[in-house]
């Protein structure tokens, strides 16, 4: 199979979309001639014009409240908020309006709007541009939340959001604009909702998704050198969550770890392990461990970063501390 960039990947999708559906638009800051902040979205003004590939001014905002119009009105948008960090500043647009709409019209109308935003940290980009606010988003009844760490999913996810007929938040992690991956080409969707069992182990299952997916599959590989097997879960979308394929394995491994870049208190770790106790508690034989970031800002001291961030080592650490 063919191998891309998650980045590539994504404008893909976007490209995709757009050939298909006329009703499918980009907008955001820089992301016409500029080709977007980190590049994504290069070569689509060139393809679509600026009727389709619309840069605005420096308002998330306005972005988001024209998209939730658009949206209302039978277009398909796909805006972009150029961090995560900064969709704090269109909160009411996305917490009263997008996620609420479509339920107080009973059904009535539609809102297929997507949001894609970068998040995370390890870039030096200190406390206001490296934030993982995921949890703050599965919080919202109305929204769906989509997490891709790989080229396939971020392609076959975005088209599953593009055409999905409610809003969805798809966030995309800075660290792997560049990893590079196989992926199909043509259409082809990844349904939200449905988790993957990417590693299959008997003795821990570890959950995770984005980035640290990838530093979770680091840490089965370093354990099974010890004999120890470690089923690995990507959820690749945080809402709808797919609650079957983390039970199931919790039953056959019978302990859990959960391994999230977000601050621990609150995350989105806390809803998992949550669901495990409520509904899977006998078939545990030691305590859920998470592996989270501390309750911090991100530093943005590369030292301080390094020691803030979820690694191989700790989620080793926390494996080995259930099976003592």
């Not at 990947?9 to 980009?26: K, S």
């Not at 988001?64 to 398909?76: D, T």
Request: negative net charge.
């Amino acid at each position: 199979m063919r191998q891309i960039t998650y980045a590539e990947a994504i404008r893909e999708a976007l490209a995709l979309e757009m050939r298909r559906d006329p009703t499918v638009y980009i907008a955001g800051e820089d992301v016409g001639i500029f080709g977007g902040c980190f590049g994504v979205t290069q070569g689509l003004y060139q393809e679509f014009g600026p009727e389709r590939v619309k840069d605005t001014p420096i308002s998330e905002t306005a972005i988001v409240g024209h998209a939730v119009g658009a949206a209302a009105a039978g277009l398909r948008p796909c805006v972009e908020i150029m961090f995560m960090d900064f969709m704090g500043v269109c909160m009411d647009e996305i917490l009263n309006q997008a996620a609420k709409m479509r339920y107080m019209f009973g059904g009535k109308a539609k809102l297929p709007l997507v949001i894609r935003t970068p998040a995370g940290a390890g870039l030096r980009a200190a406390a206001q541009h490296s934030q993982s606010l995921e949890a703050i988003f599965a919080h919202i009844p109305g929204l769906k939340v989509v997490m891709p760490a790989t080229p396939k999913d971020a392609k076959g996810l975005l088209i599953s959001a593009i055409r999905d007929d409610n809003p969805v938040i798809y966030i995309e992690h800075k660290q792997l604009y560049g990893l590079v991956g196989d992926c199909p080409e043509g259409e082809y969707v990844v349904p939200l909702g449905e988790a993957a069992v990417v590693r299959e182990g008997k003795d821990v299952t570890i959950v995770s998704w984005s980035w640290m997916l990838h530093k979770s599959l680091a840490a089965a590989e370093a354990l099974a050198k010890e004999g120890i097997e470690a089923e690995v879960i990507d959820l690749r979308t945080l809402i709808p969550l797919d609650k079957n394929t983390i039970i199931n394995s919790v039953q056959k491994t019978n302990r859990l770890v959960i391994v999230h870049e977000a601050v621990r208190t609150a995350g989105f770790g806390a809803e998992i392990a949550a669901l495990v106790a409520e509904e899977a508690f006998d078939y545990l034989d030691a305590p859920i461990r998470r592996v989270t970031a501390p309750d911090t800002p991100v530093p943005f001291s590369p030292r301080l970063e390094d020691a803030y961030l979820p690694n191989e080592a700790k989620i080793i650490d926390a494996v080995k501390s259930l099976l003592a």
